[in-house]
């Protein structure tokens, strides 16, 4: 059975601090890894990922895909109080269509 | 340019009613995907309607049900509602090809008592 397994759960920092937001998957048949943001009701899209090796990157937010160690990584720098959210890891493999696979999810809360 | 819009945003239903729940995809997107959000969980996937048609389906009993119009919109149906029914469910809108990216709308809250 697929799985996405987010860590740490939650997360407190200072305004300022740089985190690093771990997902790492077992999927068979995997095609690409997406990151979502949720502050209240919808995930907003970030990133998603489909080769190994390559940065994406969006200000301050950063993410990076490890296909052999089936693992991606959601770095923020200079967090922000804005920042503060739910945030969603998602796989999906090439059998199940174009359904998402998500994992529980990291709280942040960043404090002043 | 609207993005993914759902109704109503809240209700409250009794247990063994049944419940429609409305989703209009982006402008543009053909492919509409229900997925259920337990608190403190990540959303599970329920199904997916493309061309009107049920083309994925997650591991949801046959009470959960849905539809897609010819104007790519789409409604799930909950019939003998359970209170572990409760949860928001959120509608998300893809683009046609070979585009994983998809957006999700607000959510609709459903509480079941």
């Known amino acids: 059975e697929d799985k996405v397994v987010q860590s740490p759960l939650s997360l407190v920092v200072h305004e300022g601090d740089t985190v690093t937001l771990n997902c790492s998957y077992e999927v068979t048949n995997f095609r690409s890894l997406l990151w979502y943001k949720q502050e209240k009701k919808a995930p907003t899209f970030l990133f998603m990922l489909?080769?190994?090796?390559i940065e994406k990157k969006s200000g301050r937010l950063s993410s990076i895909l490890d296909k052999k160690e089936l693992f991606s990584i959601l770095n923020i720098t200079a967090t922000q109080t804005g920042d503060s959210a739910v945030y969603l890891c998602?796989?999906?493999?090439?059998?199940?269509?174009?359904?998402?696979?998500f994992g529980k999810g990291t709280s942040l809360l960043v404090t002043p | 340019d609207a993005g993914v819009t759902q109704s109503p945003t809240h209700l409250i239903k009794t247990r063994g009613q049944q419940v429609t729940l409305r989703c209009s995809p982006k402008?543009?997107?053909?492919?509409v995907s229900w997925y259920q959000q337990a608190l403190g969980q990540g959303p599970q996937f329920i199904f997916q309607y493309y061309e009107e048609e049920e083309r994925q389906r997650g591991n949801f009993p046959d009470r959960f049900s849905g539809h897609q119009f010819p104007n790519y919109s789409s409604e799930l149906n909950v019939n003998a509602l359970l209170l572990g029914d409760s949860a928001l469910y959120l509608c998300?809108?893809?683009?046609?090809?070979?585009?994983?990216?998809?957006?999700f709308g607000p959510g609709t809250r459903l509480t079941v008592t």
């Open positions: 402008s543009g997107h053909d492919t």
């Open positions: 998300a809108s893809r683009a046609g090809g070979n585009s994983y990216e998809q957006y």
């Open positions: 489909t080769s190994s090796g």
């Open positions: 998602a796989a999906s493999n090439s059998n199940s269509g174009y359904a998402l696979n």
